[in-house]
């Protein structure tokens, strides 16, 4: 499985790295395991060494010896991702852009922001909260902006205002060979040739490295509300959920939460919320906007079961209510000490989402694991946590196999294997399954063409490059 023989990194090899980042390389143990491991549930892999980058030169530099060695290269963020993304399993190194992490410039004339890719999201929007602005894209985690670039990323707001995908004008990356880049405009159109900046957005470290990114930005809303809703059944709250969107109703956020969530956040947080399936919102706006959106998302889930309609334009209240969405994750992971959390991610066509939800319900109940799903309904995206027991190996195997059963009655409904989360290690055979070996080898040529000698995160999004 290794590029090669090698199994460690040569002291020349070592040293010659060292001359380009100093001390910044690493090769203690407990740095490596940090880095050999994300958030999920697959067992660590570690680096031979982790680099620590200040600019873009020195990635490229870095790039360029590691091109010609052999050694391979795997970005690394905040080690947020669920799919095994950043596991060095052919070895390598990992190349840590957390101290690249300037926020370069603020342009609220134009509605942007230059950032290095190590800034994390929260520290973006406190700095941008200041000139009344916020970065839209909320994936839960308080991910690195690169690793959410390289990701794709998406989250509670991207029915309103996109994903990275959306979100990413303009870029500096490095490529394999550490040639430098810049694709994209600051400007809100671009129809100069192929989409490189689409390209490199959700390529999950394979096709370059990500050293500067210009972002969308937005005005703070008058006003934000909050409400939330109860259903007797799962079906009834992710049908109420399609619904709403598809009659066009201004949500910003719509998230769904099933009993088993609720109860882990009530347990985790001290809550009482009913423990029942519940569709939480939000709503920007004006202040008469966001009130006429509410009463008609009320009169909407009524007509689907809904009841004990709460809406409230209270600051704390609007808090509390969401605070149960954004802890849903580490409460499970608190409730369950020891155990790790297989989270899937898929989207369907909103048409087929209570129908898909309920499928998926239905293989998951007929296993042994306890398990939950949550999700960005509003598009169409949704979750099934399942716990695990990491001392166990062989109940990750079996969870593979209900997430392919899950994956592949996705696909049949004209879904995607994921909406957000991205490939990683673990879609690798459901993308082939889902796009067709015909698309997946344009991917490999694509690959082949931008990283000849397979240097960046090998292993990942598709198997090796012949
Ligand atoms: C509780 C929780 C909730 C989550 N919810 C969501 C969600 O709602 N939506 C969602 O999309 N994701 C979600 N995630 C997954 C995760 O937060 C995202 O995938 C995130 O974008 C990863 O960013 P990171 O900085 O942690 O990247 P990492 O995990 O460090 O890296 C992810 C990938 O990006 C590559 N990479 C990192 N930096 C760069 C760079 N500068 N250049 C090129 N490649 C790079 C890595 O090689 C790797 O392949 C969640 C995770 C958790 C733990």
Known sequence: MRIGSRVNLAPAEISALSQIVGDRLSTNESVLEQHGRDESAYPPVKPWAVLYP????????????????????????????????VLPIHGGISLDMTRMNKILEVMPADLMVRVEPGVHRMELNVRLAHEGLFFSVDPGADATLGGMAATGA???????????????????????DGTVINVGRGTRKLSA????????????????????????????????????????????????????VQMGVNVARCEYLDPLNIRNVNKNSGLTLPELPTLFFEFHGSAAGVAEDAQTVGEIVEEFGGFDFEWTTDESERRRLWQARHDSYWSAIRNNPGKRIVSTDMAVPLSVLGDAVAACNEILAAHRFPYGILGHVADGNFHCMVITDPTQPDELEEIREITSQMTSKIISMKGTCTGE???????????????????????????????????????????EVE
């Open 54 to 85: 200040l600019d873009t030169q020195e990635v490229s530099q870095i790039l360029a010896f590691c091109n010609s060695e052999r050694i391979p290269v795997i970005a690394f963020g905040a080690g947020s991702s669920l799919e095994g993304h």
């Open 154 to 176: 998406a989250g509670t707001t991207t029915v309103r205002y996109g994903s990275m995908k959306d979100n990413v004008l303009a870029m500096t990356a490095v490529l394999a």
């Open 193 to 244: 040739g192929y989409d490189l900046t689409r390209l490199i957005v959700g390529s999950e470290g394979t096709l370059a490295v990500i050293t500067e990114l210009t972002l969308k930005i937005y005005g703070i809303p008058e006003k934000m509300s909050a409400a939330a809703v109860r259903f007797a059944t799962l079906e009834q709250g992710v049908r109420a959920a399609a619904a709403i």
């Open 421 to 463: 989360h991205g490939i990683g290690l673990a879609k690798i055979s459901a993308l082939v399954e889902e796009t067709g070996a015909a698309a997946v080898n344009v991917m490999r040529m694509i690959k082949k063409a931008l990283d000849p000698n397979n240097i960046l995160n090998p292993g990942k999004i598709m198997t």
